[in-house]
């Protein structure tokens, strides 16, 4: 088992900054990887961004390159979301999301594809 926490949420401005984190407790978060979802009201769950066990390799919706980036701490079982650039699109529920991989350098972009998460944090933009 797994359990996983965001924090970081709340609101902000347009144009403004904000980070999430994603603290992960029960197992050596190194065997997972992760990925962060958003929904957001009346809307379907959809995929932001993945990172490998490793760190290596990171992946990010066509939506959200060159404004968020996630990265990952083994050592403190942590990931992170820096979300820069951000807009009133962005307002939604982020949900952080982990699995078992057995390779170190695969990251998943489906929800099917992951076995853990966390209870969800909002994220609010104005304008």
């Known amino acids: 088992q797994v359990q996983l926490v965001e924090s970081g949420g709340g609101l902000v401005q347009a144009g403004g900054s904000l980070r999430l984190s994603c603290a992960a407790s029960?197992?050596?978060?190194?065997?997972?990887?992760m990925g962060w979802f958003r929904q957001a009201p009346g809307k379907e769950r959809e995929f932001v961004a993945a990172i490998s066990r490793s760190g290596g390799r990171t992946y990010c919706v066509d939506s959200v390159k060159g404004r968020f980036t996630i990265s990952r701490d083994n050592a403190k079982n942590t990931m992170s979301l820096q979300m820069n650039s951000v807009n009133t699109e962005d307002t939604a529920v982020y949900y952080c999301?982990?699995?078992?991989?057995?390779?170190?350098?695969?990251?998943?972009?489906?929800?099917?594809?992951?076995?853990?998460w966390g209870q969800g944090i909002q994220v609010t933009v104005s304008s």
């Open positions: 999301a982990a699995r078992l991989s057995p390779y170190s350098e695969s990251y998943y972009v489906a929800s099917g594809e992951y076995t853990y």
């Open positions: 029960g197992r050596t978060v190194s065997r997972y990887a």
